[in-house]
């Protein structure tokens, strides 16, 4: 394995609507000599997330956009292969926010050592066991504030953060957790490998009515990764006091078109609704709890998951799109 | 003056879009012998809400539906004239509940005694010393947790909640305070009376972009009154972590078709927002600290207010309709 190079893919060209491979550079570089500090790591595997597409625009949001030019940021983890800092020896397994290329170099303080558990893969360091897995803690217990005995509905349940989110909300006492999901195969995954009560395919149509079916008593927390015709829907069926985090609304992401507004928001007056949206950056505070539960979880053998795995650095912005397109069940991931 | 009748309103059919004097029926009724228990009381002003158009709708909603052939039920400041009850003697000043009539009589816990303060007015019992001004003080301070230095909006600002909420937020330290109303003058009030910084017409159009140029730091907190095009021009003008209290949308009680929701809801997201609905039954536990603040500041000379009032009871249908339209500045009352 040669480590002198690093492979990396830059936005060439901001996409409009769908990206595409033409947005994209492949870059073959050769590293430089390791400077005081530093250390090299190659990476095994590195993510492709929902929110990327966002960065990509060059529009005010949570995170400052991607430059032309740059490389595509984002989570990765992989092992030292190189360090001339005594913190990180070689052989550490670190995560870090480098992204798409598989070998990278850079000061030591950019890389987080983990801890290696046994039966615990390092790939999960991308998901369940790290930021997906923090958002989707994030978003049911703080921002939404559920509690036990509450219904649950998860949109986008068989993404990667859905699959946590409907584990974590059976984990926590929710009385019923319903998803959503784009093919027949994921809503038969979401009742039968995570736990979820009922579940299913928003590509029938009718958003509105087969959630109404499915909670005839109404729900209570929404935990919202698509937006659009998946939060109208929630809107008709909230309970008084019903509350949702807005996670993502990959409905959105690729239109060029202005998005159509949910015409029931008189329903947050009337039912005393709450709808809080947010971004894992304001919350890393709770990132100790969780990982002390979700650690606590799966040595029970409580966590299931799936990964979607895609080989090579040069198939990223593949696995991206096809990500985008919902080809994915649980996390997408490019190994290196 | 007669005090042995009652001259009501009675909701006789359920209006389709705007209310006209046929869907009411005024009925005036001998009152019975007083029963033990029992006080008489004889109105001086009872109140005309936005909130009514919704319980005339059979539809869902924090109160229940007027029923046909019912008294409208809402608030009214009247003394007692006749008593069969020890604690409230004749002559004793109450609010209640029981609405839309001249004289009414009813078991004296449902009634509400209240202090009368020199230079306060028996009328501001039914707005700013009453429901209409804590529902202000709750919408800023609870439900959008307003802070000193916080930029805050206020839509259909010149009516009686607005007028409220705008003088609330300059006395909590707003760094800047923005209205909305529907004419050049309430436009011109808000700013010369009630210590707006900025004010404009919504009939102008290009809601957002008027708000725009009026915040051009952006706004932090939102007070609704309006819904519609407001709320998505206060989602474009949010600083990130934004929080709006939704407390009317009367811009979709009247009409027939369905509302335009909001088209920049992904904003929740990249900005961090929180849109929450509220009623004031579910905050009034917040009454003692509102009415101790309100009182402080009355006794200083802070608050100023307006009054719209039509005389006798027969008018109060017209009073109801003219203040949906916008006919009022500050509180619409009906003196009996």
Request: with cysteine; proline share 4%; hydrophobic share 40%.
């Amino acid at each position: 394995m040669d480590n002198t190079t690093s492979t990396q893919i830059l936005l060439a060209s901001r996409p409009a609507g769908w990206p595409s491979e033409e947005n994209f550079e492949v870059r073959t570089v050769e590293l430089p000599a390791m400077a005081d500090g530093q250390v090299r790591v190659r990476n095994e595997f590195i993510s492709v997330d929902p929110y990327m597409r966002g960065r990509m625009n060059d529009t005010r949001s949570y995170v400052a956009p991607y430059q032309i030019g740059e490389r595509i940021a984002g989570g990765a983890v992989g092992r030292v292969v190189a360090s001339a800092a005594q913190q990180l020896p070689v052989g550490t397994l670190v995560t870090h926010q480098h992204g798409w290329s598989d070998t990278v170099q850079a000061a030591a303080e950019t890389f987080t050592p983990v801890p290696e558990i046994p039966g615990v893969p390092s790939s999960l360091r991308l998901h369940m066991m790290g930021m997906t897995g923090l958002t989707a803690w994030v978003g049911l217990t703080v921002v939404a504030g559920m509690k036990e005995g509450d219904t649950v509905f998860i949109s986008g349940a068989a993404g990667a953060v859905g699959t946590a989110a409907g584990q974590i909300a059976r984990l926590l006492g929710a009385k019923r957790v319903i998803g959503s999901a784009g093919s027949p195969e994921k809503v038969e995954l979401l009742t039968q490998k995570y736990g979820y009560d009922a579940a299913f395919n928003y590509k029938d149509g009718d958003v509105a009515g087969q959630l109404a079916a499915m909670a005839p008593e109404g729900i209570d927390v929404f935990f919202d990764n698509v937006g659009g015709e998946h939060l109208e829907a929630a809107l008709g069926a909230f309970n008084d006091g019903g509350r949702a985090a807005l996670c993502g609304a990959i409905s959105s992401y690729n239109t060029t078109q202005a998005p159509v507004g949910p015409r029931n928001m008189a329903n947050l007056i009337t039912r005393g609704l709450k709808l809080q949206g947010f971004t894992l950056s304001n919350y890393l505070q709770h990132a100790p709890e969780f990982g002390q539960r979700m650690g606590q979880w799966f040595t029970e053998g409580k966590i299931a998951y799936d990964e979607t795995i895609v080989d090579g650095i040069e198939n990223t912005v593949e696995a991206f799109i096809a990500m985008m397109q919902g080809a994915n069940t649980g996390k997408m991931l490019v190994r290196i």
